[in-house]
C-alpha cells in the first residue's frame, strides 16, 4: 500500500505565502521524482512544479519567480513554498510522484490540498 499525504493548503490573501507539503510512504518504494499540479476551478490540470532524486527542479512559466519547489524524493518529501499569490493560483493542488515498488516501474497521485486565494 502507497500513502500520498499532502499538507498546507488554506485559504489567504493575495499576495500572502503558503508551504505545501507531501509525504509519500509505502514499502518497497523508491522514488525519482516528485511533482505538483493543480486544478483551478472549471479547468483542466496544469504543470506547477518538479523535482528529481538528482536535484533536477522544473517550474511552469506562470509560478517561475515565485513558488520554489524542494524536498529530496529519495527520502519521499517535497515542498513547494508559494509566494506573491494570486487569485488565478486558487485550486486544487495535487502531488504527484514516479518511481519504483521493488522492479516495477510506477506512479501516484495524492488526493491534493485546496488553496484559495482572494483578493
Known amino acids: 500500500q502507497v500513502q500520498l499525504v499532502e499538507s498546507g493548503g488554506d485559504s489567504v490573501q493575495a499576495g500572502g505565502s503558503l508551504r505545501l507539503a507531501c509525504v509519500a510512504s509505502g514499502s518497497d518504494l523508491r522514488l525519482s521524482a516528485m511533482a505538483w499540479y493543480y486544478k483551478p476551478p472549471g479547468q483542466e490540470r496544469e504543470f506547477v512544479a518538479r523535482?528529481?532524486?538528482?536535484?533536477?527542479?522544473e517550474y511552469a512559466d506562470f509560478v517561475r519567480g515565485r513558488f520554489t519547489v524542494s524536498g529530496d524524493p529519495g527520502k519521499n518529501t517535497m515542498y513547494l513554498q508559494m509566494n506573491s499569490l494570486k487569485p488565478e493560483d486558487s485550486g486544487l493542488f495535487r502531488c504527484?510522484?514516479?518511481?519504483?515498488?521493488?522492479?516495477?516501474?510506477?506512479?501516484?497521485w495524492g488526493q491534493g490540498t485546496q488553496v484559495s486565494v482572494h483578493s
Open positions: 523535482i528529481t532524486d538528482m536535484g533536477t527542479r
Open positions: 504527484k510522484v514516479e518511481g519504483r515498488r521493488g522492479f516495477l516501474p510506477v506512479v501516484y
